[in-house]
């Protein structure tokens, strides 16, 4: 430090001696404190040279033995290779509490029959899980006129379905693209049969059609020209084609166009409805390509929750228009949610916004509103009693919505179509009885689990199979694209909340590890320019907000990246780890590449979901990801094990199988275990109690003469901020006081460490508590600043710091980094306070403000940094009370 030479220079003595040259197993500071001294050491900083008298060897020694100390005082994390700069704690730190706030959630993702992977039971409602099925397994043909019935009734209509409608009237061919599971394909469904109902093919039954994904857009042209011998005039059809099945081309827009033609020569209307992905993204952005939003959450569950209570009090009679039994389906791309009671007919008093232009404009309340001018003024009606009822189950339905515990165990932002019919089913059981309460709330954690299936089951299948037209060999060629939408879900899951750069080059390298596992004798090769950022965010029910990012220790403005919903990351972990094993080695190799992330951001995060991860399977992770990495040579691997193992410890079920493997590495264990062992200790949940904490990070720091001293230190430093802080000060205070001189050394750098360390570098609680609001303080001011009652101990433990020979140059650095933070360059208040609360307990007596007297003089004369008289007169106030003050004292600090 510039100080350093100032101090080392002409001007000031050869060497700062303290006011004793005592070592720490002298009597503590207190009641002996003016008789502990030698008799040969310094009256202070400007007395004589004691080495004079001591001779050179032992002056040599002093310097040799500070050189060692302050060694022990280095950053434990910084590069072993030589590199100087600081390791970026307070980022870690930060990541590390992201990570946690985003997994832990106390989640038990409800569990499914395993012999019966296709079939699940939440609450009243059955879940039959279909994502086995290939896209191309749906058979072409008429869509069923009760169906039809029951969309118009239905039916939610998104945001922009009018400007859809037109569309569709105007150019008879629509391309529309939107997310699985948003809806989409009922919107097609509603928009075809809306055209078609008063056209050519008005009262045909077969006037809305599927057809097969795999006949396409140039098949679909030629079924529609094909004259009398093919389907009526006046026909809707609706494809949804394959384009993300590997050797499948999309069409073009000449195509398209062939396909406008003939459905204008036939009267017809066609909707081709495609995901959003770099496939469609050209014929999205063509002239019959439009995006269908999402219908709102709120109407959604709002109708779903009206039907299903109006079913439960026999109110189906009043209206129109609808016939059938009580079973009812809603599909969400592969998941079928069907209703298990049958209490009688469905209702259908839906009423959709009236609509201005063109054809279908109907009103699709049936005859509801004719029944409740009929019968409201009757005395007696029992519909009346029934009204009555009802209105208040809605009511009651409304408050157990915006239920925080309910919510929670949604953890979905907003639902899709099959989500709220499933969600309302929950509500209405509750509220009618048949479903508890516990019920409900697993019944609600199991729609992000079903999703998380829904995503990954079944997803290469396509690899196996024959290219369209081919039956002899599989397509390979698209594996990477095929991985990437899959690979994006699980970055995301385990790096959420971190800038979407991060999370795209996580998808990326986890894409190439998919790939490889799957066709190990290719290299995969992937467009580099086909990314669509936003078609990643949609089909990954993701978000991007604007946020900060942590460069180089400091805070900039970028872009992060989240799921829509804090159930999804945990479901999605869950579903890749139990349910896909396969998956699990390119997973594995994954997790160690973002270990070696120089980014805090990325590899802190990581680590949170391997912990997560093992928990799942303590085996397979503690023997694949934590111990192959605590064994690691460089540091940031270890740190990345030990997150991992506390993550772990901090479920019940596993934490004495980590308190077992931390204290035998403890004790048996290599170097680098030994030092993953300390890191672990670090975070206060990997042994039974905080002594037990202490003795093993003790154990840990005297083996071989010091070796790890270091790392003991720092990670004694981090228990401070738990509420056992006082027990840390006893022990350190032991320490000081020990026979073996490691013991001492150990408490020394820990003292001297909590001067130098901000609090932010080590903070692991949530923010919000007191030390979370002074995250740049050095911990020893930012302590004495919000705990009172440890003053005085702290105070004498850093007083026997500064009064020890080997510790002392050390401790008086840092004695000047915490002076020049008391107030900022700026001039507003920084660590003021806590100076105000310390230096009186530290500088009681005369010798300790000699020192601290010509440490002020020292700062005034730093070339680099030289101390304003104005704030070195400041600071000598808060330090000595105006009665302890000489004359001569004042004048010489201005």
Not at 79 to 94: H, V, Y
Not at 396 to 409: I, K
Not at 873 to 880: I, Q
């Amino acid at each position: 430090m510039a100080d350093e030479a100032v101090a080392d220079g002409p001007a000031e003595p050869a060497r700062v001696q303290p006011r004793d040259d005592r070592s720490p197993d002298a009597p503590a500071r207190g009641g002996a404190r003016k008789d502990d001294r030698s008799k040969d050491a310094p009256d202070g900083p400007d007395a004589p040279d004691s080495a004079d008298d001591e001779g050179a060897e032992r002056e040599k020694e002093r310097e040799r033995a500070a050189d060692r100390f302050k060694e022990l005082t280095r950053d434990p994390l910084a590069d072993e290779e030589g590199e100087k700069e600081p390791t970026d704690l307070a980022a870690a730190a930060r990541a590390r509490r992201a990570g946690q706030k985003l997994l832990t959630s106390g989640r038990d993702f409800t569990s499914f029959d395993r012999s019966r992977i296709g079939h699940a039971h939440v609450g009243d409602i059955n879940v039959t899980l279909d994502a086995r099925r290939s896209g191309l397994t749906m058979r072409d043909g008429p869509v069923p006129e009760e169906e039809l019935r029951r969309l118009r009734r239905a039916h939610i209509e998104p945001a922009g379905y009018v400007r859809l409608r037109r569309a569709l009237e105007s150019r008879r061919l629509l391309v529309l693209g939107g997310a699985p599971g948003t809806g989409r394909t009922s919107t097609a469904l509603a928009l075809l049969e809306e055209v078609t109902r008063n056209g050519e093919g008005a009262g045909s039954s077969e006037r809305v059609r599927r057809a097969a994904p795999e006949e396409g857009v140039r098949t679909l042209v030629g079924e529609v020209s094909a004259g009398e011998g093919g389907h009526r005039r006046g026909t809707g059809y609706l494809l949804e084609p394959a384009l993300d099945r590997p050797g499948t081309l999309p069409p073009d827009e000449t195509d398209l166009d062939q396909l406008a033609s003939a459905l204008a020569a036939r009267g017809s209307y066609a909707v081709v409805v495609v995901s959003v992905g770099s496939a469609a993204n050209p014929l999205l952005a063509g002239r019959y390509g439009a995006i269908c939003p999402p219908a709102p959450t709120r109407d959604l569950v709002a109708v779903r929750l009206r039907e299903r209570l109006e079913e439960e009090h026999g109110d189906t009679g009043r209206h129109g228009g609808h016939s059938g039994g009580g079973d009812r389906d809603g599909t969400l791309d592969g998941a079928r949610f069907t209703n298990r009671d049958e209490r009688g007919g469905r209702t259908g008093d839906v009423g959709r916004d009236e609509r201005d232009g063109g054809t279908g404009d109907v009103d699709r309340t049936g005859d509801a509103g004719e029944d409740r001018g009929g019968g409201a003024g009757r005395d007696g009606d029992p519909r009346e009693d029934r009204g009555g009822a009802f209105s208040r189950l809605s009511a009651r339905a409304a408050e157990l919505q915006e239920d925080p515990e309910v919510t929670e165990a949604v953890g979905l932002d907003d639902l899709r179509p099959a989500e709220a019919e499933v969600f309302a089913s929950l509500l209405a059981g509750h509220l009618l009885g048949t479903v508890d309460r516990e019920e409900l709330l697993s019944g609600c954690r199991g729609l992000a689990a079903v999703q998380a299936y829904e995503w990954f089951a079944g997803v290469d299948r396509a690899l196996a199979a024959p290219p369209p037209g081919d039956g002899r060999m599989p397509v390979r060629s698209g594996v990477a694209a095929l991985f990437h939408p899959v690979a994006f879900r699980i970055a995301l899951a385990v790096l959420g909340g971190a800038s979407h750069s991060a999370v795209s080059a996580a998808a990326h390298l986890l894409t190439w590890e998919l790939s490889v596992q799957s066709d190990p004798d290719n290299t995969p090769a992937r467009p580099l320019f086909c990314d669509d950022p936003e078609s990643d965010l949609a089909l990954s029910r993701a978000r991007q907000v604007d946020g900060t990012v942590d460069v180089a220790g400091t805070e900039v403005k970028g872009r992060l990246v989240y799921y829509r919903g804090s159930a999804l990351p945990a479901a999605v972990l869950a579903e890749v780890w139990d349910r896909h094993f396969p998956v699990r080695l390119p997973v594995v190799r994954w997790l160690r590449l973002l270990a070696d992330d120089p980014r805090p951001d990325v590899s802190m995060r990581a680590a949170v979901a391997a912990g997560e991860l093992s928990v799942r399977d303590f085996e397979h992770g503690y023997g694949e990801l934590v111990r192959p990495l605590a064994e690691a040579p460089t540091q940031r691997r270890r740190v990345f094990a030990a997150a991992a193992l506390d993550q772990a410890a901090g479920h019940a079920s596993h934490r004495k199988a980590v308190r077992k493997v931390v204290d035998d590495w403890s004790r048996y264990g290599s170097v680098p275990l030994r030092w993953t062992a300390a890191m672990a200790l670090g975070y206060g949940r990997s042994a039974d109690s905080t002594d037990e904490t202490l003795d093993t990070l003790a154990r840990i720091g005297i083996h071989d003469d010091g070796e790890l001293l270091a790392v003991a230190s720092l990670n004694v430093v981090r228990l401070l901020l738990l509420p056992e802080c006082p027990v840390v000060l006893g022990r350190l205070a032991d320490w000081t006081g020990h026979r073996g001189e490691e013991y001492q050394d150990l408490a020394l750098a820990t003292i001297v460490r909590l001067a130098l360390i901000d609090v932010d570098d080590v903070l692991d609680e949530d923010p919000g508590t007191p030390l979370a609001d002074r995250g740049d303080w050095p911990l020893l001011l930012a302590l004495a600043a919000t705990r009172p009652e440890l003053i005085g101990r702290l105070a004498d433990l850093f007083w026997t710091a500064l009064n020890t020979a080997r510790s002392q140059g050390v401790a008086l650095d840092a004695l000047e980094h915490m002076l020049r933070s008391a107030t900022r360059r700026d001039g507003r208040a920084w660590t003021r306070p806590g100076l105000a609360a310390l230096l009186p307990a530290l500088i009681a007596e005369e010798r300790d403000q000699r020192r601290l007297d010509w440490l002020l003089r020292r700062m005034m004369r730093d070339q680099d940094r030289p101390l304003s008289a104005g704030t070195a007169r400041d600071l000598w106030r808060l330090a000595v009370p105006g009665r302890q003050r000489r004359p001569d004292e004042e004048e010489s600090h201005g």
